[in-house]
């Protein structure tokens, strides 16, 4: 490998790297710059934080925060570790088990909007549940999921939405861990008359960490991106943040705005990154 | 009483797999199963409350969907948005895979670093700019525009599965090839190619999924010429349930396909991607 590269010289990489390079550039670096423009000028032109200060003076944005923010606290705990028991079930390579795991992972192939529709299927009010519930005789008239001033519950048909739809994605991350640890700890470990507890502890846990502090990130970075399901599901009865951008620029036209929102959606984005970096080992982020 | 205890759990075992088994397919099959159901129902049947499992089926619900709300346009769009941005991901991040694989270069880690970062990067903060740009230039509301912000979200992770496939191809194969008189671009199209082509084929389904399926940028930076996703999220809230399910079949029907092509390489594509 090395001897190729040198002797055909060292621009040849570059050359191959260069289109990939220039798009990024144009179409990722460009319009960040563009990002700073947007969020740090008022609509007069005057540098400032006039934006952030019109936002954060809006009461929306800290319910659209604390919906986010609530969103992922239930979620990302119930999806890592259901996402572990999966893991390890299928790990354990029973008769069948690619079956199983091709089916776990449909839900990651399919959209967020198709995923929605799915679930209000089965919660609206002429839905399977309902109309089970009312042919068993355990209610009367339909309950009703969504509308104005159900948010409360639709909240929880949400969170089952992305139970379904997100599990398999922190799911492959904890396969593709389990399934690189050597069988020969685990036949040492019987050597050594350890007990399935024990394995788990002391050779399965510690080695998946690394896999499942990535899973861990990832799902937080994405918790904050949350959009398509709440908005299908809910409207702008529970408000986040994401969907605040898509409001903001889609409904109100209110370009500054809607920028600044996102801008604040890759800030924390980044501080979490950046904690998780700076606190956790670094090493299995390397490809 | 521990030599009792472990036969039995032994016997048992086989019935806990199959149980735990039955409860996976049942979560995971029973919403896409409902849908179908759904989407095929006559309208009769959805809103009788008796009928819990309708048994009148029509295709009235695709044909308003395509035709009343328009939907066969933006099929038409996300077909077109999806194979642009597979193409452009491809022709571009070839190179850039093959560079990450076969070269030792000063910066070869900043780039690799450059798109990981990208890949994880929100594309929210993107769309807004990405608007005013595409307006400024004349590419806004249209499918060149969404498949230009397609595949600057697909690019970053293209490179990098691009680069672990061909790296899990010995360069020995492409050296041999060249001292038989081979070019170096002839080595790679035809030993290296035909060795990575289900791979590759593969992260063409791989590019091609995200992009039907992307919602937000989509929405945002169109407003007639609207992708599948986009167009449902605008319209299919305010139309008639059974319209809602035929949209959420029509959503889902490429992944199942997708699914059921790139199955032996579902763990390691999602797990490049993800990482």
């Known amino acids: 490998m090395i001897s190729l590269s040198q002797k055909k010289g060292n621009w040849l990489p570059y050359l191959l790297f260069l289109p990939a390079l220039l798009y990024l550039a144009g179409f990722v670096g460009y319009p960040l710059v563009k990002t700073f423009q947007l969020v740090f000028t008022s609509e007069k032109g005057d540098i ?23 969103l992922l606290i239930v979620i990302v705990p119930l999806q890592v570790i259901l996402a572990f028991l999966l893991a390890l079930f299928v790990n354990s390579r029973f008769k ?69 739809r997100a599990t398999p994605l922190v799911f492959v991350i904890l396969l593709a861990g389990l399934q690189v640890i050597s069988k020969e700890y685990f036949e040492a470990a019987d050597v050594f008359g350890f007990s399935s507890w024990q394995k788990f502890f002391h050779i ?22 949350i959009f398509g399901v709440v908005w299908l599901l809910s409207g702008r009865d529970i408000p986040v943040l994401a969907g605040e951008v898509y409001y903001q620029q889609a409904e109100l036209s209110n370009f500054r705005i809607a920028a600044t929102y996102g801008f604040i959606i890759a800030l924390i984005c980044i501080l979490i990154s950046w904690i998780y970096l700076t606190f956790l080992k670094t090493k299995h982020l390397e490809v | 009483m521990n030599s009792q205890k472990i036969p039995l759990l032994l016997r048992i075992r086989p019935l806990i797999t199959i149980f735990i088994v039955v409860i996976i397919l049942i979560w995971f099959l029973t919403p896409l199963v409902l849908i179908t159901l759904s989407a095929f129902a006559s309208s009769d049947d959805y809103y009788q409350f008796e009928k819990v499992i309708p048994t009148h089926f029509t295709l009235h619900h695709f044909e308003s969907l395509f035709f009343g709300l328009e939907a066969w346009k933006a099929i038409i769009n996300s077909l077109s948005v999806a194979g642009i941005t597979m193409l452009l991901s491809f022709l571009i991040g070839l190179p850039a895979g093959y560079a990450l694989s076969r070269y030792v270069f000063p910066g070869k880690n900043f780039l690799k670093l450059l798109c990981m970062v990208t890949k994880m990067f929100p594309l929210m903060v993107l769309a807004v700019p990405l ?3 595409f307006m400024r230039i004349g590419i806004s509301d249209s499918t060149w525009g969404t498949s230009l912000a397609h595949t600057a979200m697909v690019l970053p992770i293209i490179i990098l599965i691009f680069s672990s496939i061909l790296s899990g191809v010995s360069v020995e194969y492409e050296e041999a090839a060249m001292i038989f008189g081979l070019s170096r671009i002839q080595a790679f199209f035809h030993i290296t190619i035909p060795l990575v082509l289900p791979g590759l084929a593969a992260s063409a389904i791989f590019a091609f999924n995200i992009s039907w399926n992307e919602v937000f940028v989509a929405t945002i930076l169109t407003l007639t010429n609207r992708t599948l996703p986009a167009h449902i999220l605008k319209t ?13 079949f029509i959503m889902a029907v490429p992944a199942m396909v997708f699914i059921f092509f790139v199955r032996k390489h579902l763990v390691t594509m999602w797990g490049i991607s993800l990482k």
């Open chain 1, 48 to 70: 400032g934080l006039a934006n952030f200060i019109t936002l954060t003076q809006d009461p929306i944005f800290w319910k659209a925060l604390k919906n986010t923010l609530y």
């Open chain 1, 96 to 164: 069948g088990y690619m079956i199983v795991l091709y089916i776990i992972c449909i839900p990651l192939a399919l959209s967020d909007v198709s995923a929605a529709l799915m679930s209000y299927n089965i919660f609206s009010s002429h839905g399977f549940l309902n109309k089970i519930l009312i042919n068993s005789g355990l209610i009367e008239t339909p309950f009703y999921f969504f509308g104005l001033g159900l948010s409360s519950r639709s909240f929880w048909v949400v969170v089952l939405t992305e139970l379904w």
């Open chain 1, 204 to 225: 399965t846990l510690p080695l998946t960490m690394p896999s499942l502090q990535s899973a861990l990130l990832i799902r937080t970075l994405f918790a904050f991106q």
């Open chain 2, 131 to 133: 608007l005013i740009i």
């Open chain 2, 236 to 248: 299919a809230m305010a139309s008639p349930d059974y319209i809602k399910f035929a949209a959420g």
